[in-house]
């Protein structure tokens, strides 16, 4: 198999080219993420304002480096950031990954409602072929 082949099967066992959106289709995908059981959490207490905020800072934490200077660092204060709607023009948004837009978006949503990171506890294990001394 070559390289394309398997990063071809690694996309559609992860479901990167499933074309389904309906509702009803099931959370199956790993469970960190937006496919799986962190994805199954309901939206609660976020207002449509809180949601465009978290979209705001979710640009502008995916944009790091081709933003205006220091916007990436105010949008990592979270809710307590002091930016607005404007600061999300001005430079080459097709720059950004929009996946990553996603990504910091659902993040900061699960700030505002509090339960971030919305993952189980990680525990830490000795990496392959090493022991602990």
């Known amino acids: 198999m070559s390289l394309e082949q398997l990063f071809d099967q690694i996309g559609h066992d992860l479901g990167w080219h499933d074309h389904n959106m309906r509702r009803d289709r099931p959370y199956d995908g790993q469970p960190h993420t937006s496919t799986g059981a962190r994805g199954a959490t309901e939206i609660r207490g976020v207002t449509f304002r809180d949601l465009r905020d978290c979209f705001i800072r979710a640009v502008l934490l995916s944009s790091s480096g081709i933003s205006k200077p220091g916007l990436y660092e105010e949008a990592c204060k979270g809710e307590v950031a002091t930016l607005c709607e ?48």
């Open 86 to 133: 404007n600061d999300i023009y001005g430079f080459n948004l097709d720059k950004l990954d929009p996946m990553a837009i996603a990504q910091n978006l659902c993040c900061e949503v699960e700030r505002i409602m509090g339960i971030f990171p919305n993952v189980p506890g990680l525990t830490p294990t000795p990496a392959a072929g090493r022991t602990e001394t």
